[in-house]
């Protein structure tokens, strides 16, 4: 089954195609467009995660077990549509991160929008403690960045660089502050920002109050155990209200979007 329900009506919309077409690139690249951002406002931050009927963010430690076919094609069209990655360092270790990939079916939607062939991975980390020999190091279309601290370990920036990485420096002390993290990539002209996690660092984005909105992929499974959630961290003082932007629906997951209110 295949539905699109916009958020005008909330009806269930079809193609002349059928419910058994898949949505095609093109279709899902128009749902999840970033917006036209006003003078006055630098970035546009989004977050795209996964979770279970039960609340997990993951299983065994990882994302993939709970997506699907057509959450992967989500997953790779946001990619696609961003100037910019931010990931935290554990996820890049967890889910052995790779460069982004140009990619044949967007190239003329980015060229249009002004963007490279691919977006830059902006790894989050204060420790600096990464594997500057892999792939996302030194083999990217795009040179990866990695955001830190002023504080951060002076040798581990120093291999960072070596590396081929582009160190920025988003934070006073060792680690980074979400503020700082936003602004340093819109200076730099990457304003469609998109985290894919991992939970500790979406929570810091959520309680610094920068994350715009939400692509949610509700995943028809159930894990059970104690899997953390799709934000982690200290709670907020006052829950943070967003509201639905659009939902998608196939194979019975849901994909949902929410910008914050």
């Known amino acids: 089954m295949r539905r699109l329900f916009p958020v005008t009506d909330m009806t269930a919309h079809e193609t002349e195609a059928g419910a ?18 006003p003078e006055g406002e630098a970035a546009w931050l989004r977050a795209n995660m996964v979770s279970s009927l039960d609340g997990a963010g993951q299983h065994d430690g990882r994302s993939q077990p709970l997506s699907s076919e057509t959450d992967m094609r989500i997953f790779g069209t946001l990619r696609a549509l961003a100037d910019v990655v931010v990931v935290g360092a554990e996820t890049v270790r967890l889910e052995g991160y790779r460069p982004a990939r140009a990619r044949e079916a967007f190239a003329a939607r980015r060229a249009a929008a002004g963007q490279g062939p691919a977006p830059a991975i902006a790894v989050v980390s204060a420790s600096l403690n990464l594997d500057f020999s892999l792939p996302l190091f030194t083999e990217p279309l795009v040179p990866t960045l990695v955001l830190t601290g002023a504080a951060a370990p002076a040798e581990r920036v120093r291999a960072a660089r070596e590396a081929g990485a582009e160190v920025l420096v988003a934070g006073d002390g060792a680690g980074v502050e979400p503020v700082r993290a936003k602004a340093v990539l819109a200076e730099r002209g990457l304003r469609r920002q998109l985290t894919e996690g991992g939970p500790r660092l979406l929570g810091q984005f959520v309680a610094a109050e920068v994350l715009d909105e939400l692509c949610l992929s509700v995943s028809p499974t159930m894990t059970a155990g104690d899997a953390q959630r799709i934000a982690g961290g200290p709670p907020v003082a006052v829950p ?22």
């Open 240 to 261: 943070t209200r967003f509201a639905v932007a659009s939902l998608l629906e196939q194979d019975g997951f849901l994909f949902t979007r929410y910008r914050r209110i």
């Open 20 to 37: 058994d077409r898949e949505w095609s690139l093109d279709e899902l690249a128009d749902a999840y467009a970033y917006p036209e951002l």
